[in-house]
């Protein structure tokens, strides 16, 4: 049996609910956002040791201010993750199921690795939250969380390498006597070039999360304007610096790119190129006053990722093409109403977000003991949204309830 | 076939079970504890109390950090576990139930937002809005509950499903919504334990107390209607898995429903006797030791629900060994075990390929897979193999040697429990060859 026949053999013969493009554009939307978040939190930890150790005050200030970040926006990108961790199996199955269990030790330490950078960082933030904002830091539990998401990083890096050469595979799970390899203890694949883009790519993103800081502070007076000013001016150098680090070693992830994909020519590639050089120059242009081009730079980096993120895809679509793959081959069985309900829900909820989000901006920008007021309406509509939503699909489970005959 | 993941003793699938384990309790709290929350601020509001903020924070804070966060890495921790352990399983589920799981997602999402906004903005945002925060949370996580249980009832009764193939006729199947109430009252219950501990560490007493009666009615109320709807549960259970547990088959699934009962009753005294009549004794320890009863009784629970739907993972669509055991036309699906009784498993299984079959010691490393492959799920290969330990077995029934394992094979598919064997006399042969190589497990 060859591999191409073996690849698309392991296809689920249940095939897929909708349109697989539908699926590989949510997968790189939500990888998009996942990857930022997980960038932040590399990115925090890192800065704020560095600050720790020689930043001065503001930079002590700062190192804090990293470590309560890195707690809450882990736990977010922990969420955001589940998304693309579901798609990437809807859509390439063969190749994520192989490499899971090849490594299955690694992909099961990959959610001690996790667990353990969360509570690391839960515990450098409490350590350092009480007391002088500008005084030493305690940062054992910092180097942990940071080792551990490192290791959770280089995990899953080797195993997304591991599901693209699937060439490999036979190699790597039969031993010298021919025998099956059975302990999920080997881990193949790691592509140096690849792993430190992203890595280079957390102080980019974070650089940019300190420019939005500085700007987002900005109109509360219980904030140093010149701490806020500190801020600025190092996310924005570290994001500049980040970037041409990034640029470099994506260079470098090229380079290990095989050949034969033509992988370089492709326009999404270029594309990427393109947004990278754009961010470059506006952060270079925005350098005397960083906070007040918040807004565009941040748009502009959510560009150059996501067009990255696509980038990437199509360099999947191209490795698994190598051995006649393609995710538009699979088979559809469309199912109309789940994805409806899907997309319903989507949109429902993004409108149910506007509530907390609006409650955490306001608050955020009004100094502590002042009482925030939210219009009523935004609350009791984020409700009556969820109840609907209970409503109409209780009703729609107990009407096709009675008439299968699951119900009384 | 993907590759597999051996764990000596124990089998993989006790990975699965084991962070299970662990992701029941707090996602159970996570999901119940907020109707309680939102309960005691409407309280606090309505009645302008502000002495019960102190309880709300402390609360929060703990589920926050304790429930929130390894409940969702113990959920996400199923997910690869299952995929690892059973990738085919999983990858039935999501192929069918993809939907569902983006759209529980979404309420993850909500979720997080709000529970991290509620907890940070305590006191500083108006009341009205911040009970809000507190009900919008305990009803999206209510909703992830909402939905989860559609696919967790589809693994054990896939309902319509098998002859439609509609999303909506597998989720909403025969044990659907009985389990949803068990399961809507057993957070309840749960929620009820947590906060009489939290409560009983609050430095006001007679708030403390206060709260600690309200939590153990909550409690009672819980426990009782879970009680109730497990019955019902338990009726609407298919007679094939009431035969397998009640009347012979796997007698341990009606040990585990008993020991579910049991700590059902305990945690339901806890609550009478230290929530209503003597609540100035509830206390942290206590608190923890009725925890820890009721983590058993419903780890006893969920152990009952996955062994009833043996032999399959996905009922009546795949069996325990990722095989697929029938033709579902409307999805165009055509069963395995036919395709693979008429063609036979080794000749398509891409990891023997380099294997010559008229060499003995060939024969053997195919003989291991196959066992790995169609076995290894539910056995462990050891003579001391805790669960379901192959050699034991073989030797129980008396089959020992290479010929009579692969007679043997013919009989699997009479058992209640066990998938029939999806291979041809070739394979039959291979596998015999391999297990008869096994020490021998005989007294």
Request: charged share 15%; hydrophobic share 50%; proline share 4%.
């Amino acid at each position: 049996m060859d591999l191409a026949q073996f690849l698309n053999g392991m296809r689920d013969p249940s095939g897929v609910p909708f349109f697989p493009v539908v699926f590989q554009f949510l997968m790189v939307l939500t990888f998009t956002l996942h990857i930022v978040c997980v960038n932040v939190v590399v990115g925090g930890l890192a800065i704020s040791i560095w600050e720790a150790w020689k930043g001065g005050p503001y930079g002590r200030r700062l190192a804090r201010g990293l470590a309560k970040a890195s707690t809450i926006i882990l736990s977010v990108a922990i969420v955001l993750g589940v998304a693309p961790l579901l798609f990437v199996q809807v859509i390439y199955d063969p190749f994520w199921y192989a490499s899971n269990t090849m490594s299955a030790i690694w992909a099961m330490l990959f959610l001690v690795w996790v667990c353990t950078a969360f509570y690391a960082a839960y515990g450098f933030y409490l350590g350092n939250k009480k007391g002088d904002a500008y005084g030493e830091l305690k940062l054992f539990w910092a180097y942990v969380a940071f080792g551990a998401m490192a290791l959770a990083g280089i995990t899953i890096h080797t195993l997304t390498m591991e599901a693209l050469l699937p060439d490999m595979w036979h190699k790597w799970l039969i031993d010298g006597n021919g025998a099956l390899l059975t302990g999920g203890a080997r881990f193949h694949g790691m592509a140096l070039g690849r792993l430190l883009h992203f890595f280079m790519a957390s102080f980019a993103v974070t650089g940019v999360y300190m420019i939005l800081y500085a700007w987002y502070f900005s109109p509360r007076p219980d904030m140093e304007p010149e701490y806020l000013a500190y801020v600025a001016k190092k996310g924005v150098n570290i994001a500049l610096y980040g970037t041409l680090l990034a640029a470099a070693t994506g260079f470098w992830w090229a380079g290990e790119v095989p050949e034969s994909l033509g992988f370089l020519s492709n326009p999404v590639f270029l594309l990427s190129v393109l947004a990278a050089v754009i961010f470059i120059l506006y952060l270079a242009n925005s350098q005397n006053d960083p906070a007040n081009h918040a807004i565009p730079i941040t748009v502009l980096l959510l560009i150059t990722v996501f067009v990255m993120s696509y980038a990437r895809e199509i360099l999947r679509m191209k490795y698994v093409g190598a051995f006649d793959y393609s995710i538009f081959a699979y088979k559809l069985n469309l199912s109309w109403g789940s994805t409806l309900l899907f997309f319903a829900t989507f949109v429902l909820g993004l409108v149910v977000l506007y509530f907390p989000l609006l409650c955490a901006f306001k608050t955020g920008r009004t100094e502590p003991g002042k009482v925030v007021v939210i219009p009523e309406k935004v609350g009791s509509l984020a409700n009556i949204l969820l109840v609907g939503w209970f409503i109409v699909v209780a009703g729609l489970g107990i009407i096709i309830s009675f008439k299968n005959g699951t119900l009384p | 076939m993907y590759p597999f993941w051996e764990v000596p003793l124990v089998t993989s699938g006790m990975i699965i079970a084991f962070i299970a384990s662990f992701h029941i309790l707090p996602s159970h709290l996570a999901t119940g504890a907020f109707w309680f929350n939102a309960y005691i601020e409407r309280e606090a509001v309505k009645k302008d109390r502000p002495e019960l903020y102190d309880f709300l924070s402390r609360f929060t804070l703990l589920i926050l950090i304790f429930c929130f966060v390894i409940g969702s890495i113990t959920g996400v921790g199923i997910w690869f576990s299952a995929t690892v352990a059973s990738p085919r399983g999983i990858s039935g589920l999501i192929h069918n139930y993809v939907w569902g799981w983006a759209t529980e997602w979404v309420f993850f999402f909500l979720e997080i937002a709000t529970i991290y906004v509620y907890y940070y903005t305590l006191g500083r945002i108006d009341k009205e809005s911040h009970l809000k925060l507190g009900v919008a949370y305990a009803l999206a996580a209510w909703i992830s509950m909402v939905i989860i249980t559609g696919i967790l009832g589809f693994m054990l009764t896939s309902g319509k499903w098998i002859e439609t193939g509609g999303f909506f006729d597998g989720f909403f199947n025969q044990t659907y919504w009985p389990q949803l109430f068990v399961r809507t009252s057993m957070m309840l219950g749960i929620a009820g334990i947590y906060a009489t501990i939290v409560a009983s560490r609050m430095k006001n007493k007679a708030v403390g107390q206060e709260i600690v009666r309200k939590a153990s009615l909550w409690g009672i109320a819980g426990m009782v209607f879970g009680a109730i709807f497990t019955l019902w549960y338990l009726f609407k259970l298919p007679e094939s898995v009431k035969d397998m547990a009640f009347h012979g088959g796997l007698p341990y699934l009606k040990t585990l429903l008993c020991v579910a009962a049991i700590a059902y009753f305990i945690v339901l005294l806890y609550f009478i006797i230290f929530g209503l009549i003597r609540p100035q004794m509830a206390g942290t320890v206590t608190g923890i030791i009725i925890l820890l009863v009721l983590f058993i009784g419903i780890g006893a629970g969920e152990g009952f629900r996955e062994g009833a739907r043996r032999p399959y993972i996905i009922s009546q669509y795949m069996y325990g060994n990722q095989i697929i055991a029938r033709d579902v036309p409307a999805l165009g699906v055509k069963s395995e075990v036919a395709k693979y009784q008429e063609k036979g498993i080794t000749k398509s299984l891409y990891w023997a390929k380099h294997l010559d079959l008229d060499r003995a010691e060939d024969r053997i490393k195919a003989g291991r897979m196959l066992a790995l492959f169609l076995c290894g799920n539910c056995h462990s290969f050891e003579v001391n193999g805790i669960i379901r330990p192959l050699p034991s077995l073989l030797s129980r029934v008396g089959v020992e040697e290479a010929e009579d394992i692969a007679g043997f094979m013919d009989a699997l598919g009479d058992y209640p429990y066990m998938p029939e064997f999806p291979g041809n006399d070739l394979d039959k042969e291979l596998i015999g060859e391999y297990l008869a190589t096994l020490p021998k497990g005989g007294e």
